[in-house]
C-alpha cells in the first residue's frame, strides 16, 4: 500500500471516528433531556399567589401568563404551579412589554 494510499485511509477512519463521538454526544444530550422531569412550577403559596388583582396588575397582563381556553378561564403560569386565574397576581408578576 502506497503512502498517500494509507494516509487517505487514516483521515477516513478519523473523520468516522469523529462522526461516531459525535453521534454519541447528540445520543446521550437527548438521553440527558427526555429523562429530566418537567418542571413542576413553583408553589403558588411561596410566590404569595392569589386570584385577585393588585391594582392593575394581573396575571392576565404578565409577560408570563399562558392564556386557558377564553378570557375569563383560568389558564397556568411560566413560573407559578397549577391552575391561574387571569385576574390573580402574584410577587413574580412582569407586565407584558
Ligand atoms: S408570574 Fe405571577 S402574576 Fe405573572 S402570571 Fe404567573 S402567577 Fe400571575
Do not use: W
Amino acid at each position: 500500500m502506497s503512502d498517500i494510499l494509507q494516509k487517505q485511509l487514516s483521515r477516513r477512519e478519523l473523520l468516522k471516528g469523529g462522526a461516531m463521538l459525535a453521534s454519541i454526544g447528540v445520543l446521550a444530550t437527548t438521553a440527558v433531556i427526555t429523562s429530566t422531569p418537567a418542571f413542576a412550577g413553583v408553589p403558588q403559596a411561596a410566590m404569595q399567589y392569589r386570584d385577585t388583582p393588585n391594582g392593575k396588575q394581573d396575571c392576565s397582563n404578565c409577560s408570563l401568563y399562558v392564556p386557558g381556553s377564553s378570557a375569563k378561564a383560568n389558564g397556568t403560569c411560566k413560573v407559578v404551579d397549577g391552575s391561574i386565574s387571569p385576574q390573580g397576581y402574584c410577587v413574580a408578576y412582569a407586565a407584558k412589554a
